[in-house]
């Protein structure tokens, strides 16, 4: 079954410090895998987006996500936090095997303490 | 900018009652999705549309349905609310169903 796993459901960071997010997706064959993030109060939108080339791809605001094929990962990183990073962060993955339904994660909860 | 418009921010509903929702995209967009965003579960795909009177089922239609008469707009239908309904709703579209989808500000639902 196509499902994505994100391996922090809260994360409490002070600011400053790095950030790597979890991602691993499970869907057959060729992949499209994307970082939503949701500010608080605002509109789910996109951070970064992977469809073919680099596997480093870099986003709004400083993030980066890097596709390794061989571990079906999509990790999110930022060198530096922001209090303004506090957000719930969603990985998503859809392809053409699944009629490019788009499959996310169930999200994880970014705190940045000031 | 694209802008995807949900009608409502918040919404209370008794049980029984048939509820809209309604979503409203001005970027021609072929394609356009309901989602429920519950907490721990992230956004689970109810319904979505990949043209005009055209929609597909997602993970989780039972209770829903869907109308697309135009290209802009998508709406959400339940036609019997129960409280177990009560959960943020989300629309979104794209230009293909594999790109980039665009959410509006979503519709908070209490159903009573």
């Known amino acids: 079954a196509q499902s994505v796993s994100q391996h922090n459901h809260h994360v409490i960071l002070s600011e400053a410090a790095s950030l790597e997010l979890g991602c691993n997706y499970s869907?057959?064959?060729?992949?499209?895998l994307f970082w939503y993030v949701q500010y608080p109060g605002q509109h789910l939108q996109l951070l970064l987006k992977?469809?073919?080339?680099?596997?480093l791809v870099k986003g709004i605001k400083g993030f980066e996500a890097e596709f390794i094929k061989s571990k079906f990962s999509f990790n999110l990183r930022k060198p530096s936090v922001q209090w303004s990073d506090t957000a719930e962060y969603f990985c998503?993955?859809?392809?053409?095997?699944?009629?490019?339904?788009?499959?996310f994660g169930a999200g994880t909860r970014l705190f940045v303490k000031a | 900018d694209v802008k995807v418009t949900q009608s409502s921010r918040y919404l209370v509903k008794r049980t029984g009652e048939k509820v809209f929702l309604e979503c409203v995209q001005d970027?021609?967009?072929?394609?356009m999705f309901w989602y429920r965003q519950d907490p721990g579960l992230g956004l689970r795909l109810i319904y979505f549309?990949?043209?005009?009177?055209?929609?597909e089922k997602g993970d989780i239609p039972e209770g829903y349905s869907v109308s697309r008469e135009k290209k802009e707009r998508f709406s959400l239908i339940l036609e019997s609310a129960s409280t177990n309904q009560t959960s943020m709703y989300l629309c979104?579209?794209?230009?293909?169903?594999?790109?980039?989808?665009?959410f509006g500000a979503g519709t908070r639902l209490s159903v009573l």
């Open positions: 979104a579209s794209s230009f293909q169903p594999a790109n980039i989808q665009y």
């Open positions: 869907y057959g064959g060729t992949v499209n």
């Open positions: 992977y469809f073919s080339g680099d596997p």
């Open positions: 998503a993955v859809n392809g053409r095997e699944g009629g490019f339904k788009t499959i």
């Open positions: 970027m021609d967009h072929e394609n």
């Open positions: 549309s990949y043209d005009v009177k055209m929609k």
